[in-house]
Nanobody, 122 residues
Framework: QVQLVESGGGLVQAGGSLRLSCAAS?????????VGWFRQAPGKEREFVAAIIRSSGTTYYADSVKGRFTISRDNAKNTVYLQMNSLKPEDTAVYYCGAGLGGLVPRNYGSWGQGTQVTVSS
């Protein structure tokens, strides 16, 4: 199982930007084919935000973040980033990164970080 560490969350005003990082502590993301970002707001289920195939760099986004968020990877640093621009109050949630087989559902990801809080004020 891969140990993941998220960072970069915080409080920002609507329209602002944040960049989240997901680092694989130790060495690498192991055999995980994809790294994804999910978020969970209070009282809601964990939902897909974005994912990237580690080998090819192919990216996938939820419709709610397309055009505003960008996922990228730095394989040399074993780190995946989520650049979030034009943030909205409805983006407020705990953001988690996961590594695993990939896809749009959390059950396909076997390793998770501890999460980082993103709060967007109106």
């Amino acid at each position: 199982q891969v140990q993941l560490v998220e960072s970069g969350g915080g409080l920002v005003q609507a329209g602002g930007s944040l960049r989240l990082s997901c680092a694989a502590s130790g060495r690498t993301f192991g055999s995980a084919a994809m790294v994804g970002w999910f978020r969970q707001a209070p009282g809601k289920e964990r939902e897909f935000v974005a994912a990237i195939i580690r080998s090819s760099g192919t990216t996938y986004y939820a419709d709610s973040v397309k055009g505003r968020f960008t996922i990228s990877r730095d394989n040399a640093k074993n780190t995946v980033y989520l650049q979030m621009n034009s943030l909205k109050p409805e983006d407020t949630a705990v953001y988690y990164c996961g590594a695993g087989l990939g896809g749009l559902v959390p059950r396909n990801y076997g390793s998770w970080g501890q999460g980082t809080q993103v709060t967007v004020s109106s």
